[in-house]
């Protein structure tokens, strides 16, 4: 898995106290660190990367072989004449990771082992615009217990859940505090969701859809390690993730990269958040599929909602075949996109910007009008070398960054891991 140098610290929250039990959990986090940044290690390897000495390190590693959080793969030989290391690796397929995207459309699901290993992966068409929160909320609690369950199946038992919502989330409480797309004020999703998994007892988190999309761009992405990076999510609303120094950027209340409410026309179109002329009306999917295939617009009476790959791909197709409304349309869009990218560049200095959703999905023809917009309009001209780059994950990045979070808060403080008896398994 791509190395992730300081991200984790920004994502998970204060330091512990010190003491012996806490430098235990440092030491195990330092060299589950390494054995996550790195195919297979030596025990020497480890013990030269971390500083610590070969003897805290065998004893680490015994520990984690009998939890089965690492095993064994094999025997490097070092030099001519040199003694064999037993090369070991990141296991922990006991431990699982689930991460849920709730969109106005869709629901994502993606679960992962600890060493990354994908044990479910689906996005299920649902229109949680119309639905109402508690129909919603009920909706992506079934999609989390079929999900425990394949996971189970796998022999891996969810060790946390994280959930993925584009608006404003108050992290600490698990408060989606307004989704404006959605239609939520003050819902508190990981309390409600936590209710419905029952007797699952799987700690949840809620954060925002950019950030951990984000997060998922910056350590597996097509700018992976990149350290100043914003991701643009391209769904029917727009947000941002930005990393910054190789950090998350959250902001005084942890609210940053609402990139798609800036104000861009003031004689444009509403906003779901009530405000005129926002940059999502101009680049979102709704405002795209609005002016290339009116007939099929979002919020029309008696029109169902299709899977939003779909509606990507009929527009791709008629792009293709030289379709004059839908070529003028993703033209506009794409000049939309350059020039509130060329805002978010002059606010952040980005060396990339990561576009998702279904900006990646139409990158081929929205890209050329939005690197051109966006190098005409950055101050810092060709100085600044930032470019547009099309995100690889499609609409599953945020459900991916989500499970990631969760592998990153394992890392961090492995001790409960440590603590639950795995069930037996051969390797």
């Known amino acids: 898995m791509t190395k992730e140098p ?34 297979s290690l030596s025990r020497a390897d480890i013990a030269e990367a971390t500083g610590l000495h070969r003897a805290t390190v065998s004893s680490l590693m015994a520990e984690l072989l009998e939890r089965r959080l690492a095993r064994e793969v094999g025997v490097e030989h070092v030099g001519a004449i040199g003694r064999p290391r037993r090369a070991v690796t990141l296991y922990g397929a006991h431990v699982g990771a689930l991460g849920l995207e709730i969109n106005v459309d869709y629901i994502a699901v993606h679960g992962i082992d600890l060493s990354g290993r994908v044990l479910v992966e689906r996005r299920e068409v649902f229109d949680a615009m119309g639905s109402g929160p508690d129909r919603a909320v009920r909706r992506l609690g079934l999609a989390a217990k079929g999900a425990v369950e394949v996971m189970r199946r796998a022999g891996a ?24 797309n959605l239609y939520w004020h003050d819902l508190p999703l990981a309390e409600q969701l936590s209710a419905m998994l029952g007797p699952l007892r799987v700690p949840v988190r809620v954060d925002n859809d950019a950030n951990l999309a984000a997060l998922a761009e910056y350590t597996s992405g097509v700018a992976a390690g990149t350290p100043h990076l914003v991701y643009l999510t391209g769904e029917v609303g727009v947000g941002g993730g930005i990393i910054c120094g190789g950090e998350l950027l959250r902001g005084a209340d942890g609210f940053s990269g609402e990139v798609g409410h800036l104000s861009v026309d003031p004689n444009g179109d509403q906003c779901g958040c009530g405000r005129i002329g926002c940059w999502e009306t101009k680049v979102g999917l709704a405002a795209l599929v609005r002016a290339a295939m009116p007939e099929q617009a979002y919020g029309l009476p008696g029109m169902p909602v299709p899977d939003p790959d779909e509606r990507v791909a009929d527009i791709a197709r008629g792009l293709s075949a030289g379709d004059r409304r839908m070529t003028e349309a993703v033209a506009q869009v794409g000049q939309w996109l350059g020039l509130g990218g060329s805002i978010v560049a002059n606010l952040f200095n980005p060396r990339v910007i990561v576009i998702g959703g279904y900006f990646a999905s ?20 060709p100085t ?31 001790i409960t891991i440590l603590e639950q008896r795995p069930h037996p398994a051969p390797y």
Not at 9 to 38: F, I, T, Y
Not at 387 to 408: D, E, K, P, Q, Y
């Open 157 to 180: 038992v969810p060790a946390g859940i994280a959930v993925a919502v584009p608006g404003l989330v108050d992290v600490a409480r698990g408060v989606v505090t307004l989704a404006p």
């Open 362 to 381: 139409l990158a081929q023809w929205l890209l050329p009008h939005a690197q051109e917009q966006l190098q005409r309009l950055v101050l810092a001209g």
């Open 384 to 414: 600044a070398r930032c470019r547009f780059v099309a995100s690889t994950h499609g609409f599953g990045a945020a459900s991916r960054g989500a499970a990631s979070m969760v592998i990153n808060q394992i890392i961090d403080d492995p």
């Open 6 to 39: 300081r991200l984790t610290r920004a994502l998970g929250g204060a330091a512990p106290p010190a003491g012996p039990a806490a430098l235990r959990r440092a030491n195990l986090s330092q060299v589950l660190r390494k054995l996550r940044d790195h195919p």
